[in-house]
């Protein structure tokens, strides 16, 4: 895979996390900045502003991805970030089958990444979560508190966030555009168990809302995700072993961390937090987390050399 492949690819992943046709300006603005810096050269953000003006075609850049392999893996990045705010809607139904055609691909080639797709989407946060390995606590500091209150089953919920947070950088480590689409559901059940400890009852679109007031939007964080393994692979390297998948294994082990702490203190604090102290707590235990991850990284990475994504589908589907 070469650069001029690889921009086609971002820019089709692009296209699919706007052909809901749903996404406010912030998020479109978040898409352009990590297009941009993921581009790896400054004329990209060209290439990004012209996708989202609409002024790039579909067919164009379809066309001009000749090995099979490169397809198959432009339409796989395109149905996770389809999926990432759930099941594809009627809209990204179209635009897939559109792609499918244009990318001259059979509906055997493209089942078994769509059926796992939907799978992820579709699982109820309600579920248990997936099984979690343990982490060593040794020297691992607990979040500073800043007068905030401290739950009973503090130890139990600082477990589960620190545990959810590593299994979500070992995912962002795995070779498979469909394992940042995991992270997804990952997240959601955290949330889920933490807000139940308080005694909320949560449905998927209360956790993504809560997640897109922190600035987690997930097509943008399945979208990056995803870029982030392309480029890993198009270095020829293995799974986690280059600065850009490192990088992306930080960022959501930051994010995932940040994002089950400050959801701790909202729901500790019976859903009264403004969004404005809701994204302050967020920004602050991100900074906790960047800090903490350095202790972690090497169980991310153990993690991700045992973690079989195939498993873990079974896991959230069942």
Not at 223 to 246: C, D, I, N, P, Q
Request: with cysteine; proline share 4%.
């Amino acid at each position: 895979m070469d650069a001029k492949d690889r921009d086609a690819i971002t820019a089709i992943a692009l296209i699919a996390a706007l052909a809901d046709g749903r996404r406010q300006p912030e998020e479109a603005a978040e898409l352009e900045r990590i297009a941009s810096e993921l581009g790896g050269k400054a004329e990209y953000g060209v290439v990004a502003r012209q996708v989202l003006a609409g002024k790039v075609r579909l067919t164009d850049l379809a066309q001009g991805l000749e090995d099979p392999a490169v397809r198959q893996k432009a339409y796989e990045m395109a149905v996770a970030v389809c999926h990432a705010d759930g099941v594809a809607d009627e809209r990204e139904t179209i635009f897939l089958a559109d792609l499918r055609l244009s990318l001259h691909l059979d509906d055997a080639e493209t089942t078994t990444v769509h059926d796992a797709a939907q799978i992820l989407a579709a699982t109820p946060v309600s579920a248990p979560g997936p099984s979690l390995a343990d982490v060593p606590r040794t020297n691992l500091p607990r979040p500073s508190q800043a007068g905030l209150p401290v739950v009973s089953d503090d130890e139990a919920l600082e477990d589960l966030i620190l545990k959810t947070s590593i299994l979500a950088a070992a995912l962002e480590l795995l070779p498979q555009a469909l394992a940042s689409l995991a992270i997804v559901p990952v997240q959601g059940r955290m949330v889920y168990r933490i807000g139940s400890d308080f005694g909320q009852k949560l449905d998927a679109e209360q956790i993504t809302d809560l997640a897109g007031v922190m600035g987690i939007g997930a097509a943008a964080q399945v979208f990056e995700g995803a870029t982030r393994r392309l480029l890993s692979g198009m270095l020829g390297h293995g799974a986690g072993s280059v600065a850009g998948a490192a990088t992306g294994g930080a960022l959501t082990f930051a994010a995932t961390y940040a994002m089950g702490h400050a959801a701790k203190q909202y729901y500790a604090q019976g859903r009264q937090l403004s969004r404005e102290d809701l994204r302050r707590l967020f920004t602050r235990f991100r900074g906790e987390a960047t800090e903490l991850f350095p202790r972690v990284e090497a169980a991310v990475r153990e993690q991700a050399k045992r973690l079989d994504l195939d498993d873990l589908l079974h896991q959230l589907r069942s």
